[in-house]
């Protein structure tokens, strides 16, 4: 095996351009984290403009990941042919756009609309921005990409702080979205110019030896293979339907089973988006020292203890307490999930972290229509009981983050997502 031209190799501090890249990435994943949370906490207010039912509401709310698995697999077809800089500087902010029209949307057809393209820009850029992440990780040589999900988190939280904000200045919608997006948008486009373009992103992978008909030593692009990649798709998948679960029905929980007070509801959801922040911030010294096969396994077990906490809380304490625990041990997951899916890819294509981006969706969905149909069926406490089985199997899954030699797929001359 060649040893790569890294940082870490050289033994050198990262190089300038890297820095700049690094940086560029920062600035994507807070936009990205921005945009998210600008359009989702102000879902309420958008049920009653257009009059939804909450029915109405659920389908509308399920069509942008559903689109945004979509968005996914195309980013990582583009993106193994043009890299992820472009598209990127195309979808990011088209994605802050649609939140905008969003907000101005008249009706409900335009409202759709507004989400369809939100989802197509959603996906593409939660592909394309860990693609720049891992790409920064592989020149650094060591684990980085943690640190881009914490900003992310910050910048949630941000948006979820302006958007309180916004609703005690009496702002219009628009007006809300746009003072955040607007600027937003442009810090995008700014920082597309710093990221990593294609030749640097992508990395030619050396032909094995020479057989009969082939020239010793020519490079021949190779396919990325689904076997090795399962295990981090589906850990991506059971984290978020645990993820999907809290983000939904945590404060449903806090009311309709702890009969927590009004104050005291938002704490939940507030106790684990802190904790998931805060071990993200550190996230990347664990991994350096510990390893992700060992973090992962962590991570799961904690998050099982938690939900375990939630389903068997008897008092508003110890329900609070189970959704910090949780984010606790799913914070460490998905970066950790795109970063295995890298080394899969040693040529850089993207279409590794496209495949495992996807199940980000699919775990969104499952989880707000599995805990949703069992609270419907059994209540609250049995409905929590689906992601703690589900995060107890992302321990046994842990050992698919083992650092490991690409597996390359059957087909070597077409790279498909």
């Not at 033994?11 to 990435?25: F, I, K, M, S, V």
């Not at 393209?117 to 943690?146: H, I, K, P, S």
């Not at 203890?305 to 606790?328: D, E, H, M, Q, S």
Request: proline share 6%; net charge positive.
């Amino acid at each position: 095996m060649p040893v790569e031209d890294t940082a870490s190799a050289r033994g050198t501090a990262p190089a300038p351009r890297d820095r700049q890249a690094r940086l560029a990435t920062f600035a994507v994943f807070f936009v990205q984290g921005l945009t998210f949370a600008t359009l989702l906490t102000q879902v309420a207010a958008l049920q009653k403009k257009h009059g939804l039912t909450d029915g109405e509401l659920t389908i509308l709310l399920l069509v942008v990941p559903v689109i945004a698995g979509a968005g996914s697999a195309l980013a990582g077809a583009a993106a193994s042919r043009w890299g992820s800089r472009l598209i990127l500087r195309v979808v990011q902010p088209l994605a802050c756009a649609a939140v905008v029209l969003a907000g101005l949307a008249p009706n409900v057809p335009m409202l759709v609309a507004a989400n369809i393209l939100f989802g197509l820009g959603l996906g593409g850029v939660d592909a394309g921005m860990n693609m720049q992440g891992v790409a920064v990780e592989r020149e650094y040589g060591r684990a980085v990409l943690t640190g881009f999900h914490a900003l992310w988190s910050v910048a949630a939280v941000i948006g979820s702080v302006w958007a309180s904000a916004a609703a005690t200045l009496d702002l219009g919608l628009p007006v809300t979205f746009a003072i955040a997006l607007v600027p937003a948008a442009a810090v995008s486009v700014l920082a597309s110019l710093w990221l990593y373009r294609p030749e640097e992103e992508h990395r030619a992978v050396p032909a094995p030896a020479a057989t009969t008909g082939e020239t010793a030593g020519a490079a021949k692009p190779a396919g990325v293979a689904w076997r090795p990649i399962i295990p981090l798709c589906l850990a991506m998948a059971f984290l978020y339907v645990g993820d999907s679960s809290i983000s939904n029905f945590g404060t449903v929980f806090m009311d309709k089973v702890v009969h927590a007070s009004a104050t005291v509801i938002p704490l939940a959801l507030g106790a684990y988006q802190l904790t998931t922040f805060l071990v993200r911030v550190g996230g990347d010294f664990a991994v350096r020292r510990w390893g992700p096969a060992a973090i992962v396994r962590a991570g799961g077990t904690v998050a099982t203890l938690g939900f375990v906490a939630i389903v068997a809380a008897p008092t508003v304490p110890l329900a609070i307490a189970g959704f910090a625990l949780t984010g606790i041990g799913l914070s460490v997951v998905a970066p950790q999930s795109f970063s295995a899916a890298g080394r899969l890819d040693p040529a850089g294509t993207g279409v590794a972290i496209a495949r495992v981006n996807m199940f980000n969706y699919v775990g969104f969905i499952v989880g707000a229509a599995l805990v949703g149909g069992l609270a419907d069926a059994s209540g609250f406490r049995v409905a929590f009981g689906a992601p703690l089985v589900l995060a107890a199997a992302i321990i046994l899954l842990a050992r698919g983050f083992q650092p490991r030699e690409a597996e390359p797929a059957t087909a070597t001359t077409v790279v498909t997502p």
